[in-house]
């Protein structure tokens, strides 16, 4: 029965809602991406960097959206703000369908980022309200998996058929759904009984605590790096012989066999504390992105690497967002590293197609390289913080 408890979640409106906000809308471009990096290269005559540009100036404009209202998530109408920015993001899909200007469509892509980030920032700030914020986030992720597989087969055989104008409509009907779940959000923050005190510090200052900027400087490189691989991971299938057929439902079992990452975090937990499961997270993700950046030679190797793609990201991502949500209780640390990860996403490609470029798919994969260090670097600082709270909390528990 323990078990079972584990696995349920503790409110399901609480991860319908933020999950639909966060991944749903937020994210969307994100599980699109080699999609719509694949169909800018054909259909707008483009290279790898200039297609890497592009989707980095949506992602950038999520970023700044998100952002913007991180500070504020501890009294912002959540709900509002999340509807407002999912209505605007699916506004601007249906216009950058019958655009055929790239400056225009450029424009019109940032307005996209803008709707994306305010309910990235929103369904974000959501997980701090929950009393095991590690576990709602394992749910949440569990739930983006899902809308991946979707993701990975239907957006694989729309592309091939409408190309780019498709994907955008695709991507305007798939926000809409989300808008089912949205209004369960609840409009302000809810602290958990249990929490007495943010651990990182004062009320005003909580985003420029050292641990603060860590985490969310963690997860901007924890994201540049999973996305230097991911923009291009639909162009190296097809250089290793994989057909777009083929590549489609690859890339649909890996979110089904994705399924076991997020569901361990969130049955796991805090049971080994924190400093295990998120430094082996990081480097198994690390692993993953070099096996099917270099696998442009090897087909084994590269389907090894894509298999586990979805299992240790979205493993590692629970509990990077557990970690950003332990910080700060009501939301704002969680809701800023969520628009570090839209920043990661903005330079990945740019970066990757940039390196690519340059020196081939071995020059990004000494990127990536240095960037899973860099994470490891990172996230140290924030999980020295959490372990001297918990003494201090246990020592004034026995005292």
Partial sequence: MKTIRNVLPESWSLVFSAAGSAYGVGLLGLWALPFLISAIIHDLQLNEAQAGLLMSAEFGFTMLASLLVAPFMGR??????????????????????????????????????????LALACGNAAVASAKHPDRIAGHMNVLSVLLMIVVMLGYAKVMALYGLPGLYYAMAATMAVML??????????????????????????????????CMMLAMFVFQARDTMGWAFVERIGTMVGYSGDELGVLLSVQSVVGLIGPLLAAMIGKRFGMSTPVI????????????????????TMYTAGVMTICI???????????????????????????????????????????????????????????????????VSVPLARIRREHVVAQLAAAV
């Fill in 280 to 299: 082996l997270a990081v480097l198994l993700t690390g692993g993953t992105s070099l096996a099917y950046v270099l696998g442009e030679h090897s087909k």
């Fill in 312 to 378: 240790t990201y979205f493993y590692a991502l629970s509990y990077l967002t557990g970690l950003a949500a332990e910080l700060d209780r009501e939301g704002r640390v969680v809701a800023a590293a969520g628009s570090f990860l839209s920043l990661g996403l903005a330079v990945g490609p740019a970066i990757s197609g940039g390196l690519i470029s340059l020196g081939g798919f071995t020059l990004a994969a000494w990127g990536i390289a240095v960037t899973v260090i860099l994470t490891l670097a990172l």
């Fill in 180 to 213: 089912l779940a949205i209004p369960a959000m609840a409009q302000r923050a809810l602290l958990p009984e249990t929490v007495i005190a943010s651990p990182a510090g004062g009320k005003g200052n909580v985003l420029l605590s050292l641990p603060a900027v």
């Fill in 76 to 117: 912002a109408p959540r709900r509002t703000l999340a509807l407002a920015g999912t209505l605007l993001a699916i506004a601007a899909n249906l216009v950058s369908a019958n655009i055929e200007n790239l400056y225009a469509l450029a424009a019109v892509r940032c307005i996209a980022g803008i709707g994306a980030g």
